[in-house]
C-alpha cells in the first residue's frame, strides 16, 4: 500500500497519496483533548523518528507568525533571497488547488515525483513506529514534518517557514536556533484558540521568539507591541519595528503582490534578509546608509508570486466568439484587518480599471458583485460591515451581493479535480451570512433593517436543490451554480463588465480558481 504499487497509474497513485494524507484529518472541539496526535511535545517524538533533529539545528531558517501577511512576507522574502542566488525552501499554508503548494523549492512548487517519495519516506516510518500513546501526527503537523524532510533532503541554503496557527504550539516551532524570526501584523482571527484580547494573541505569535536570536516587527497596537516587547526582553531579544518600504526604492517599479498593505509586508521581509544574509557571512551594505536597495531585492519583491492574494483572473470560459465580460478579483482575507485591506485594493483596481476603460468607443458599465463565504467561527459582524463601508468610501457599491458554500473538502486535499455536491447541503450560515448584507445594506439606506427575510424568496436551481434569492443578494446551493449564474449574466448583457469580489477565505478562493482555470 505505501508506494501505491507499481501497477497504480500515476494519477490513482497520487490519489491515494492524497487519501493517506486525510486520514490524519481530526475534526475535535476545543474542549476535546482526546486527540494525542496533536500535543506540541510529540512533535520532537516524530522529529527523533525520522532522524530530523540534526538537519534542522543545521538549518538556516527565517521563522515568520502573524495574524496577516505572514504568507506575502515570507513570498517576498523567499523571492529577494532566490535573486541573491540562495537555494531557497518555502512551506506556506494553506494551499488553494494542491497540497504540493505548500512545499517550494526556487520558487516552484515540488514536483509529483518527489513529493511523493518523501511523502511515503515519512509516512510508513511513522505509520511503523507509532502506536496508541503515541498516535500519527495531525493533518498539519505531518505537513510541516514532511517540509522539514523535504529542506535537508533537497539542501536547501534557506528555510522559510510561515507559522500555520499562533506560533507557540505550532507545529513549525520545534525549531530551536533560526537564524531571525518575523512577527507580521496582529490582529483578531482564531480567536477560539488564541484568545480574546490582542495582548493574548500577541502571547502567542511570540512564542516563536527565541532566546538571543533577532526579531522584527511591524508597527502593532500598543497593546500588542506591549506583550511583544516583555516577551523579547526576557529572552534578549533584539526586537526591531520594520516600517513600511518606500516606494522609491523600487526604482519606479511596483511590488507584485498588490495592495497599499504590501508595503508593511515588503518592509518586513527586506530587514528578514537584511539580517540573514549578515547573520549567514553574506553582509550587504547598511540599507540605512545607502538609501538603495541592492538589484537583486527590488528584482525579488517585484517578482514574486502568491495565488489568492489579490490576484485578478479575466473568465475565459465565455462564449468565445462572442465573450461577455467578467472578471474576478480574489483575495483571501478572513479578518476584520485584512477585509478592510482587501476592500481598499478592490475599489483601486475598479477606479484603474475604468479609468483605462474611459476612453473607449463603446465604453460598458460595470456591475461590482460579491462572491462570499467565510468559516462559521469568524463573526460576519466584523468582517462585511468592513468590507462594504470600505468600498462604499472609496465609490464602490455592490450591485449584489452571492453566499455560497466552500466545495473543497479536506478528504480532497490537493486534489484537481472538484468534489461531487452534496444534493443535502446545509445553507443555514450561508443564509445567516445573507441576513448580515441584507440589514448592512438596508440599514445604510435608511430602511428598515429588521424584515430582511421577509422581502426574500426561496426558489429551486436546475439542480432541485432550494437557494434563496433577496432584494440586495442571493445564496446559491453550490459553487459551480454560483459561477454558472455569474457567466450567464455576463453572456446576457454585453454591455456591462462584470467585476466578481471573491473573499472570505482561502478556501472560497482556490475554489473559485480550481473551477475557473480548469
Known sequence: MAQGGSTESAAARYESTLEALSSLITKKSRADKSNKGDRFDLLFDYLKILELEEPISQMKIIHVAGTKGKGSTCTFTESILRHCGFRTGLFTSPHLIDVRERFRLDGVEINEEKFLEYFWWCYDRLKEKTNDDMPMPTYFRFLALLAFKIFAEEKVDVAILEVGLGGRFDATNVVQTPTVCGISSLGYDHMEILGNTLGEIAGEKAGILKHGIPAFTVPQPDEAMHVLEKKASKLNVPLQVAHPLDASLLNGQKLALEGEHQYLNAGLAVALCSTWLQRTGHPITNLNETGRLPEQFIKGLTTASLQGRAQIVHDQFTDIESPGDLVFYLDGAHSPESMEACARW???????????????????????????????????????????????????????????????????????????????????????????????????????????????????????????????????????????????????????????????SLHLVGDVLRLIKK
Open 346 to 504: 478592490f475599489s483601486l483596481c475598479i477606479k484603474e480599471d475604468n479609468q483605462q476603460h474611459s476612453e473607449e468607443r463603446f465604453k460598458k458599465d460595470t456591475a461590482q458583485i460579491l462572491l462570499f463565504n467565510c468559516m462559521s467561527v469568524r463573526d460576519p459582524q466584523l468582517l462585511l460591515p468592513r468590507l462594504m463601508r470600505t468600498c462604499t468610501s472609496h465609490g464602490v457599491n455592490f450591485k449584489k451581493a452571492l453566499f455560497v458554500p466552500n466545495i473543497s473538502v479536506y478528504n480532497k486535499v490537493g486534489s484537481n479535480t472538484v468534489p461531487t455536491i452534496d444534493p443535502q447541503v446545509d445553507l443555514s450560515w450561508q443564509f445567516a451570512l445573507q441576513r448580515v448584507w441584507e440589514n448592512l445594506v438596508q440599514g445604510d439606506k435608511g430602511g428598515d433593517a429588521s424584515n430582511t427575510d421577509q422581502v426574500c424568496e426561496e426558489v429551486k436551481d436546475d439542480t432541485g436543490m432550494i437557494a434563496r434569492n433577496c432584494k440586495n443578494s442571493s445564496v446559491f446551493s453550490s459553487l459551480p451554480l454560483a459561477i454558472k449564474w455569474l457567466r450567464d449574466a455576463a453572456q446576457k448583457d454585453r454591455f456591462v463588465r462584470f467585476q466578481v469580489l471573491v473573499t472570505g
